[in-house]
């Protein structure tokens, strides 16, 4: 064969196929299932919002519900916890801390539900302490069913209007960064981000703060 023919018949030859190294490939996945299980990182997204100038419209067949420390229905923050697999336990102590339980009610349900704090509030490794009009928004569910349906976002902008009378008219909300979902219903609720904290935790037990932010340096948004 000739020369030009060998190298006619190594261009029309087919492409050799990927090398597989299939020890290689197995320690990179145990590699990543090892720092997986042993570092975890967290980064938490921190939004604000200032009063709602102008008058929320309810949702129709919805009601607003808004429980504090003095009410009597403290079943009903207790059976939506336990439905959204949470600890109804939980309750008692954020009562006791005065934090304030809103949801949006249909019928004998609660399709959706959060929290508000005056502080102090811990998000990551980070205390942000309470400040004179400053509160801290936390613990949101949306029951799976209702879903889609924007009453996340329409609860946070109904919690602004609440609130706002009461010169509580600096609202500050932290989302992990990993939940888009959460992230845009905050964004459609007029929230604005004011910053990022975020941390490793290792063997589930120590942790570290690799960022952190200080509200307690920026001062409360005024009406």
């Not at 102590?93 to 399709?111: C, E, I, K, T, Y």
């Not at 009009?133 to 946070?156: E, I, K, M, S, V």
Request: aromatic share 8%; glycine share 8%.
């Amino acid at each position: 064969m000739s020369t030009h023919a060998a190298l006619e018949r190594s261009r029309n030859a087919a492409p050799a196929g990927p090398v597989n190294f299939p020890r290689a490939n197995m320690l990179t996945r145990l590699g990543r299932a090892l720092a997986w299980r042993t570092f975890w990182r967290t980064q938490i997204v921190i939004f604000r919002a200032g009063p709602l100038d102008e008058p929320h419209r309810i949702p129709p067949a919805l009601s607003l519900l808004r429980i504090a420390a003095d009410d009597d229905n403290h079943g009903i923050p207790e059976s939506a916890m336990a439905a959204a697999g949470e600890d109804p336990n939980l309750v008692a102590d954020r009562f006791r801390n005065s934090d304030q339980f809103f949801a949006w009610q249909l019928g004998g349900s609660v399709p959706a539900f959060g929290w508000i704090t005056e502080g102090p509030r811990i998000i990551g490794a980070c205390l942000l302490p309470r400040h004179p009009g400053r509160l801290y928004l936390y613990n949101f569910h949306t029951d799976p069913a209702f879903r889609g349906r924007g009453l996340y976002p329409q609860l946070l902008l109904a919690i602004r209007e609440s609130v706002a009378p009461e010169n509580k008219t600096d609202l500050v909300i932290d989302v992990n960064a990993r939940n888009t979902a959460s992230l845009r219903g905050v964004e459609k609720a007029g929230f604005r981000q004011l910053g990022q904290t975020s941390s490793i935790c290792l063997f589930r037990r120590w942790n570290w703060t690799l960022s952190r932010i200080r509200l307690d340096a920026i001062p409360p948004i005024l009406k």
